[in-house]
């Protein structure tokens, strides 16, 4: 089978990342070892790609996180009001207790 030479060069990229299938990367690899500047400029462009890229969320760790993050929000509400009015009642007990002590004789 005769493959056209640009076909070869729009599919590099994806064989150099690694994205092609099996049969696809045997092609290459055959079309390769008959165009020796193809070659070349293939083993050129081979950078090495880290394997610790993180993989992205799916719909359910985001809806986790989102229920997490609501949460949280919810929890530091419910303190924030508790301390809000404890200082509130402090406050007006302190405020109480003075007017009690000057209506006393």
Known sequence: MNIPRTIIVDL???YLAGEVSQ???ELIEQYLQTDPEL???ANQSAIELPRDVPI???QED???ALNDAKRFMFRR???ITVVATFMV???AGGVFLVF???MLP
């Open 12 to 14: 590099l990229p994806l």
């Open 23 to 25: 049969e696809t990367r």
């Open 39 to 41: 070659a070349a400029l």
């Open 56 to 58: 992205p969320l799916t």
């Open 62 to 64: 985001e809806m986790k």
């Open 77 to 79: 509400t419910v303190i």
């Open 89 to 91: 009642l402090a406050v």
């Open 100 to 102: 009690v002590m000057r």
